[in-house]
């Protein structure tokens, strides 16, 4: 057993020393990416065993007789084994089938079709809101505040992002809609007829993200600015964008990146608390009905949708930040 498992660790050896780095790279985030899917795949299969309640009760109805509930279990396949259920979970999900609404009797593919866009556009215009927003910002304060100086500005700058940082996107949402839409009557809510519309929940879902990615990328600010290579430009007076240019923004950005998958997750996230406020067509008010109601297939397909977009988002994260510093191909070897 031994002497198999070191044949095998020479084999892998010697397949990886005859790649390139970027093939080791991309076959490692290949690799990687298919383990997780295969755990959300597991996963979001167990969620019928993990959310209580019975699917073919559920289903059948809470009058059914035993006959109607028993005709029910076998149509779902609740009478098979556990691994031929998930066999069968998994054949249904390669052919983009996650089965039948519960309540609606519409079908889980077609209920994505229809709002994950609108979700997707919502989280993808509050991280584009977060990046531009909270690079600039946190290499801003960090470049005020290096050494020691402009106290004020540090003390208004960490009150203020920790505020935001700790409040929820429920009450941040809340608050902006009565401010702008009912008091102001500024901008719309509950329609997407107006471009204008998405405005108060993109910033509502992207507040606390903002503020978080900010003092991370204000840290990081800090930190290289204090590096000795930073004092050697200076001492050779190199123009002080050519200093930020150059060094500084390559640093920050790989910073930014390496979270921002995770920022990206968080989005997702708050998107099915802001979407119920603003009455955004997305998946928000569908999961919370699926959840209230346990219509399973729908709380499965929402979630696996949920899960496999974050991790191509991530890999694809993973893969920009090898493109803007070539140094990750190395740690990640």
């Given at each position: ?171 941040t949402a809340t608050f902006l809609a009565f401010i702008f839409a009912v008091t102001l009557n500024w901008l719309p809510v509950g329609t997407t007829q107006k471009s204008t519309a998405i405005i108060l929940p993109a910033i509502s879902v992207s507040l606390r993200p903002v503020a978080s990615l ?120």
């Amino acid at each position: 057993m031994t002497l198999r498992n070191e044949s095998n660790s020479g084999i892998m050896a010697w397949l990886t020393g005859r790649l390139g780095p970027w093939p080791r790279f991309l076959l490692k985030r290949l690799v990687s990416l298919f383990v997780v899917l295969a755990m959300l795949l597991v996963l979001t299969f167990l969620l019928i065993y993990l959310v209580p309640g019975d699917p073919a009760v559920r289903k059948a109805g809470i009058d059914a007789s035993a006959e109607q509930i028993e005709f029910e279990r076998k149509a779902l396949g609740l009478d098979q084994p556990v691994h031929v259920q998930f066999i069968r979970y998994v054949q249904g999900v390669a052919r983009l089938d996650f089965g039948t609404s519960f309540i609606t009797k519409q079908a889980v593919t077609e209920i994505l079709q229809q709002r994950f866009p609108r979700t997707f556009q919502l989280a993808g215009t509050g991280l584009l809101i977060v990046m531009l927003v909270s690079v600039p910002l946190g290499i801003l304060v960090g470049a005020l505040t290096r050494e020691g100086r402009n106290r004020r500005l540090e003390v208004v700058f960490m009150s203020l992002t920790s505020t935001t940082s700790a409040m929820p996107e429920f009450l941040t949402a809340t608050f902006l809609a009565f401010i702008f839409a009912v008091t102001l009557n500024w901008l719309p809510v509950g329609t997407t007829q107006k471009s204008t519309a998405i405005i108060l929940p993109a910033i509502s879902v992207s507040l606390r993200p903002v503020a978080s990615l900010a003092r991370v990328v204000r840290l990081e600010t800090l930190n290289v600015l204090a590096q000795d290579y930073i004092r050697t430009a200076r001492s050779k007076r190199l123009p002080a964008y050519l200093i930020f240019m150059r060094h500084l923004l390559p640093n920050v950005l790989t910073a930014a990146l390496t979270i921002g998958g995770l920022v990206f997750a968080g989005l997702l996230g708050g998107t099915v608390i802001v979407e119920n406020v603003f009455a955004w067509p997305g998946l928000g008010q569908r999961v919370v009905d699926a959840v209230f109601n346990l219509d399973y297939p729908v709380i499965q397909g929402i979630v696996l949708y949920f899960g496999i977009t974050v991790v191509l988002i991530n890999t694809a994260v993973d893969i920009l930040l090898a493109l803007v510093d070539p140094r990750t191909l190395v740690l990640s070897e």
